[in-house]
């Protein structure tokens, strides 16, 4: 086996090395939700993190989610799922609906 083409390959995921290289780009779209695009993983399957304008991430794609031990936390192979962003959730990282039910603070700085 050879070496990987380039140093995001050898992480185990593609968000961790994108965001350790800044090289992720937020993009507004119309829905007014905020896409941090990787062009680091173009030729591989994309990973997308798409930031609703009141509410959770949602996380598209390849990724592993692990916790601050160094644990993988389950998530759906092949479906997106939700993290939790206003710190309301019984169930985090993963978003429950919390943000609906009590008031926060949702704007993104700088935007």
């Known amino acids: 086996m050879g070496k990987p083409a380039n140093n995001n390959q050898a992480e185990s995921t593609g968000a961790r090395a994108d965001h350790q290289a800044g090289t992720g780009t937020p993009i507004r779209g119309l829905d007014g939700h905020y896409t941090l695009e990787s062009p680091a ?28 031990e160094g644990e993988k936390i389950e998530t ?11 710190g309301l959730s019984a169930n985090k990282p993963f978003c429950d609906g919390a943000h ?5 603070e949702h704007e993104l700085a700088n935007h």
Not at 41 to 67: C, F, H, N, R
């Open 100 to 104: 609906n039910r009590q008031p926060w």
């Open 76 to 86: 759906r192979e092949g479906k997106p799922f939700f993290l939790c962003r206003c």
């Open 41 to 68: 993983l173009m030729s591989e399957p994309k990973l997308q993190i798409t930031v609703s304008e009141t509410g959770s991430y949602k996380v598209e794609g390849p990724i592993t989610l692990i916790d601050h």
